[in-house]
């Protein structure tokens, strides 16, 4: 199975499932524009494919995220005003690093650091 983004303005606005079938040439090969092709005619729109382990495009595609021709990824919408994207993985994240011991934090944008969660 394949997976498409449909983008309106570089916006992801749905993502569906394609079988392979309906994406592969006459030798059984995976190819990208016939999966668009397919996808396209019925429901038109700009497609792209997306792929869940990453393979493709950085990131598996979303619902809001957006598509960035210059970097050919998708991007989740940023979090946090502070946050800042990794130009590697095209991930989000924060200018300090999350705490490596047990507990677990939540992002505190007013002071720009982890705060402890009280399971209490």
Known sequence: ????????????????VVSNEDTSDE???ENEEIGIAFCSNPLGGTWKQTS????IRKNYAGIGYTYDESRDAFIAPKP???????????QWKAPVNYPTDDKRYT????????????DN
């Open 1 to 16: 199975m394949a997976h498409f983004a449909q983008l309106e303005n570089n916006i992801v606005k749905q993502v569906i």
């Open 27 to 29: 030798n059984n090969v």
């Open 52 to 55: 869940y382990n990453g393979n």
């Open 80 to 90: 946090y005003n502070s946050w800042l994207l990794d130009e590697t993985t095209c």
């Open 107 to 118: 992002w505190n944008e007013e002071t720009l650091a982890w705060d402890v969660v009280n």
